[in-house]
């Protein structure tokens, strides 16, 4: 496997853009359009959210029929809460992308990341449409990557391509997250493209086998968003023989996947809004896998913790606490916890531990927590990141 | 019913110390015993964490017979995981208050407070303890809520009497609360007195109802610890007829019972760690009491809603996103939210309010959000503050 250039518009026959038509503030770019060159299959995960976006839900519709050819995105509105107006609207971004790329509107999908509650202001997203579209290339991809961000730091894209059978297939991804980010999906929209010929069921069932492991294990502040999303589009352009079966090909594939959606997720978490430094908490001996995201998830999502990280002070007590109520059942008397290699707590109790060297470790900018409950064999872990002055600012005034 | 001065020192029988023995720096109070003359009738309600601290272990079996004479508390040190030890040395604890007090040592509650992991240093427990027997005064109630609080910034404590069929009943109280809070029970601590004659089963059940519905609807963090619990004491000097049944006495009795710990808890919310602003949660119209709860309190836990409220932004959205994934059931069509009397959110989409009143009313100390689910009748409410700059600050660098 090799990691190259190109992000969603690596893999053959994908064209991305990205505009600014005027939705965020000081002409940054604010609509993407990724699009195949021929209908693609298609698969996607979606937020858990009872509330949900109103471009979510006609995506959700889209999708079904197992194909897309084209996705459009516009980011500094969620199109979430405004009534019918915003599903109407919705529908319209995928008609008048369908209408120019020349397909069906049913497949094209459609998302929004922003603010809740504002309806969209149609004529800048009209002219923006028709702008992405006329701008599409297959140098695209960083264009339509910058165009999801919100408050990200970073722009997070990655590609890499395998050999299966002699051809050589690619996967790219790009993916926005920064706050309201914690499993089962959040603000995150993830896009995945590539062009292995697969069949939908498999495409499918790698999306969801990647997404729990990456996506679904990545905490910034415990809060759900409405407009959560991943989607992948598989357009065959890379001529291997169609993965039909669970083989040795299609494992190879799922490999790459998860190395994207890895790289992306990690991505993430690194880039939280207010973020200083990427956590990673790993559990090892829980009794089952429920109890094991339990205390992973627990630990991630407590402020506690996040902010004596922030601090960088082995206040370990605060982990051991979060284990206490994470609903997972095990004997404290047996609890180990690292920092790092420092072992901080021995069978539930403090561990005498050099307090210089657990300050010089988390001074990092990556930070590994380990947990052991030594109760049975199941491991999980999860990435997150610390709580800072620049989170509580950032969310403070957000909609200014 | 009249609120009157004294704290838990209040009903008759009651004294108190609080001394300072050298756990917290500056000479700041820290070791509190409160005690009555007799032994009183006692009950308590504790952590459901699963990690427990070595004092609070103590006295879950000291209060199983349903008695106690006084109880020890130290602030600074939490005496938790720090192995067999600290078992010990709760212990000790209560044999040393017990022996100053001449009393079982069965009937001394113990608890402490403060940081998790490291082992109390005796010697200056043992001197804070006689110090304080040696201080025992009917005006020390203040004194004890001093020595119980940690980065509390305000005391807490209210005491107030009743007539009881021609008697005067009083019941006093004092809690700390800050950080690590959220139901059930934190790292807060409560202590009950009052003189009345109740007996033992209806004690507890007043207690576990006032709770339930005061310390268990404050949430500053989402974080429970592992040393809370709220006790009280009973002690019948006020020689009412004694309350064995559910009759209008015992309902008199429990409504000043849960004037004293709403006080006390909206005290907690307000003096939350970093917090600016006392926010009340409000659902109405919920299906089933589980529903109710599961909306405030995942909108009272969500950091995205509490920053918006601390940077005075009318941000609904947020609130309406923690309503959906707090799990609840309810249709996000039906749903009304309102800051204060603004309607802002109106079957689930947008209303049209004036952004400037609402920014104007969320400059206040104390912000109510209402929430309707149209959907039963069931309501409930829970208390919380905002998330701050300071929340980082202190808790940054709590151990230093």
């Given at each position: 496997m090799?990691?190259?250039?190109g992000?969603?518009?690596a893999?053959?026959?994908?064209k991305?853009?990205?505009?600014?038509?005027?939705?965020?503030?000081?002409?940054?770019?604010?609509l993407?359009?990724?699009?195949s060159?021929?209908t693609a299959?298609?698969?996607?995960?979606?937020?858990?959210?009872?509330?949900k976006?109103?471009?979510?839900?006609?995506?959700?519709?889209?999708?079904?029929?197992?194909?897309?050819?084209a996705?459009?995105?516009?980011?500094?509105?969620?199109?979430?809460?405004?009534?019918?107006?915003?599903?109407?609207?919705?529908?319209?971004?995928?008609?008048?992308?369908?209408e120019?790329?020349?397909?069906?509107?049913q497949?094209?999908?459609?998302?929004?990341?922003?603010?809740?509650?504002?309806k969209l202001n149609m004529?800048s997203?009209?002219?923006?449409?028709?702008?992405a579209?006329?701008?599409?290339s297959?140098?695209?991809?960083?264009?339509?990557?910058?165009?999801?961000?919100?408050t990200?730091l970073?722009?997070?894209?990655?590609a890499?391509?395998?050999?299966?059978?002699?051809?050589?297939?690619r996967?790219?991804?790009?993916?926005k997250g920064s706050?309201?980010?914690?499993?089962?999906?959040?603000?995150m929209?993830?896009i995945?493209?590539?062009?292995?010929?697969?069949?939908?069921?498999?495409?499918d069932?790698?999306?969801?086998q990647?997404?729990?492991?990456?996506?679904?294990?990545?905490?910034?502040?415990?809060?759900?968003s409405?407009?959560?999303?991943?989607?992948?589009?598989?357009n065959?352009f890379a001529?291997?023989?169609?993965?039909?079966?669970?083989?040795?090909?299609?494992?190879?594939?799922?490999?790459?996947?998860?190395?994207v959606?890895?790289?992306l997720?990690?991505?993430?978490a690194?880039?939280g809004?207010?973020a200083?430094k990427?956590?990673?908490?790993?559990?090892d001996?829980?009794g089952?896998e429920?109890?094991?995201?339990?205390v992973?998830?627990?630990?991630?999502?407590s402020?506690?913790?996040?902010?004596?990280?922030?601090?960088e002070?082995?206040?370990?007590g605060?982990?051991?606490t979060a284990?206490?109520?994470?609903g997972?059942s095990?004997?404290?008397?047996?609890?180990?916890?690292?920092?790092?290699?420092?072992l901080?707590c021995?069978n539930?109790?403090?561990?005498?531990?050099d307090e210089?060297?657990?300050?010089?470790l988390?001074?990092?900018?990556?930070?590994?927590?380990?947990?052991n409950l030594?109760?049975?064999?199941?491991?999980?872990?999860i990435?997150t990141?610390?709580?800072?002055y620049?989170?509580?600012?950032?969310n403070?005034?957000?909609?200014?």
């Open positions: 090799n990691i190259i250039d992000g969603v518009t893999p053959k026959g994908f991305a853009a990205g505009v600014a038509c005027g939705i965020k503030k000081n002409n940054r770019k604010d993407a359009i990724v699009c060159e021929d299959v298609a698969s996607g995960v979606f937020t858990t959210n009872v509330v976006g109103h471009s979510l839900q006609v995506s959700m519709e889209h999708i079904k029929n197992g194909f897309a050819r996705i459009v995105i516009n980011s500094g509105n969620a199109n979430a809460c405004v009534g019918e107006t915003g599903y109407k609207d919705a529908k319209e971004m995928t008609e008048l992308t369908a120019l790329l020349q397909c069906d509107a497949d094209v999908l459609v998302n929004a990341t922003g603010v809740i509650g504002t004529p997203i009209r002219s923006g449409i028709r702008s579209v006329n701008a599409l297959s140098q695209g991809g960083s264009d339509a990557e910058e165009a999801i961000m919100t990200d970073m722009p997070k894209e990655i890499v391509d395998i050999e299966l059978q002699g051809e050589t297939v996967i790219g991804g790009i993916a706050g309201m980010i914690h499993p089962n999906m959040a603000t929209i993830g995945l493209t590539t062009d292995a010929n697969i069949s939908r069921s498999l495409l069932k790698a999306l969801k990647c997404v729990k492991k990456t996506f679904n294990r990545v905490s910034v502040d415990g809060d759900t409405v407009c959560d999303s991943v989607f992948v589009l598989a065959g001529d291997n023989d169609a993965i039909v079966k669970e083989d040795y090909e299609y494992s190879k594939f799922v490999d790459a996947m998860m190395f959606c890895t790289y997720a990690k991505l993430m690194k880039d809004e207010g200083t990427l956590i990673e908490i790993q559990v001996g829980a089952d429920s109890d094991a995201y339990k992973v998830s627990t630990v991630a999502k402020p506690l913790v996040k902010t004596a990280i922030f601090g002070d082995a206040n370990w605060r982990i051991f284990v206490g109520y994470s997972a095990f004997d404290p008397n047996l609890t180990d916890i690292y920092i790092g290699d420092i901080v021995r539930g109790a403090a561990a005498n531990f210089a060297a657990a300050k010089e988390l001074k990092k900018k990556e930070i590994i927590i380990k947990i030594k109760k049975g064999n199941v491991s999980d872990r990435w990141c610390d709580f800072s620049d989170y509580v600012k950032i403070g005034s957000y909609r200014s």
